[in-house]
């Protein structure tokens, strides 16, 4: 009976957590000051089952049949229409394969690169809740000051963030989590500055395994990813003395491609976890130097003044055509099939028992 009951919610999973998807732009203001968000709630980021699709190489074509939702880039600090991000809009897809949760951020951009200086590339992060408190503004809203955050006086606001720097990073290639970082047990990455850390507030923003009242090296960097612009020409992949891999100022889009699994080893409240079938909450970040200028920490763009769903889908959306009931046909035409078999099996046996003994013995020496 238990068997059935899960099969039965199995199959109802699907239709449970079928996401209606809406595209629109983000109705936002500041009013005098005061922080206020006029969020579309209804954005939500549906990120369904579909394993053996994607590769990690900050390319797009492997995501062309994924449903992108499209995203109005204004500045996070003061979201107003008349400062939006004019090169475009921000692209933002997302699915899973059942272990872990991909990411591609597409934006459209005139190309720059600056190698080994960051600030004068363009940048992307991901945030996630992970407490329940957790407020999107102020990343995480602990009211508590540098000096006197910690794990128990902000407990509750953590958020998880992923960074991802370009300035070290050759395009194509693949950064973040790697075993000389993670046998140091922290979320840093020294090779492409992909980096995962979590937050109480913009102030008290940690590498995982570091903190204000000790470090931990059992965290690790969870995260992968990979950058390109559609302006490059080669797809056999660059090397470092490539840089700067395309010409300056060349019209395209940006691509930023990430994954992680799903659940991760963190025991200190540092990683969002995401659950099959489940919604978590998001936000994407975005920082491109303006004319030319480098940008700052907080100058980013923002996909939205709050949280944005992000709608992890069960993989049983094959089976939804023929729902519980169907299946229950299925059983009991099988139990019938069955019942069949049983009856001539059981008429055979008897007719084997008592049909006339004609058949003369045969000693087996004989055969
Ligand atoms: C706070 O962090 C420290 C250092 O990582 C750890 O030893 C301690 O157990 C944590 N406390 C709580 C309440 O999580
Ligand atoms: C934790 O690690 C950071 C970076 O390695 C270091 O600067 C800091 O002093 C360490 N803190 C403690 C308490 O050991």
């Not at 992923?162 to 000389?180: C, D, E, K, Q």
């Not at 094959?318 to 009931?325: A, D, E, H, K, R």
Request: charged fraction near 20%; aromatic fraction near 12%.
């Amino acid at each position: 009976m238990p068997r059935k009951l899960l099969l039965l919610l199995q199959l109802q999973l699907p239709i449970l957590f079928f996401i209606s998807v809406s595209i629109g732009p983000v109705n936002s203001h500041q009013e005098s000051g005061e922080w206020s968000c006029e969020s579309g709630s209804e954005i939500r980021v549906d990120a369904e089952f579909k394993p053996g699709l994607i590769s990690l190489d900050g390319h797009a074509e492997d995501w062309k049949d994924i449903d992108g939702f499209e995203f109005s880039l204004l500045p996070a600090l003061d979201p107003h229409p008349d400062h939006e991000y004019k090169a475009g809009k921000m692209t933002v897809k997302a699915l899973h394969d059942g272990h872990d949760v991909f990411f591609m951020l597409q934006v459209d951009g005139d190309y720059v690169y600056s190698k080994g200086n960051s600030k004068k590339c363009p940048s992307v992060s991901l945030m996630f809740q992970i407490g329940d408190s957790a407020t999107y503004h102020d990343m995480g809203g602990c009211s508590q000051g540098k000096g006197s955050c910690t794990n128990k006086t902000c407990k509750g606001h953590e958020v998880d963030i992923m960074h991802f720097s370009i300035g070290t990073a050759i395009p194509g290639r693949l950064y973040g989590g790697n075993l000389v970082d993670n046998s140091e047990g922290n979320g840093g990455d020294r090779f492409g500055h992909l980096v995962d850390l979590y937050a109480w507030n913009p102030h008290c923003r940690y590498l995982d395994g570091l903190g204000p009242s000790g470090n931990d090296t059992s965290a690790q960097n969870d995260w992968k990813g990979a950058w390109w612009h559609s302006s490059f020409d080669i797809n056999s992949g660059f090397v470092e003395e490539d840089s700067p891999y395309s010409t300056d100022g060349k019209q395209g889009t940006y691509y930023f491609e990430f994954s992680r699994p799903m659940r991760t080893v963190d025991r200190l409240q540092q990683d969002a976890q995401f659950m099959i079938g489940s919604s978590s909450k998001m936000s994407v970040a975005f920082w491109y130097p303006v004319d030319g200028q480098p940008w700052h920490g907080s100058g980013h763009y923002s996909v939205d003044c709050d949280w944005v769903s992000l709608d992890i889908s069960s993989g049983n959306s094959m089976l939804t055509s023929t729902g519980p009931s169907a299946s229950g046909n299925v059983s009991s035409a099988f139990a019938l099939l069955l019942s069949v078999v049983s009856l001539c099996v059981s008429i055979f046996v008897g007719y084997r028992l008592f049909r006339p003994k004609s058949i003369p013995f045969t000693p087996m020496e004989n055969l």
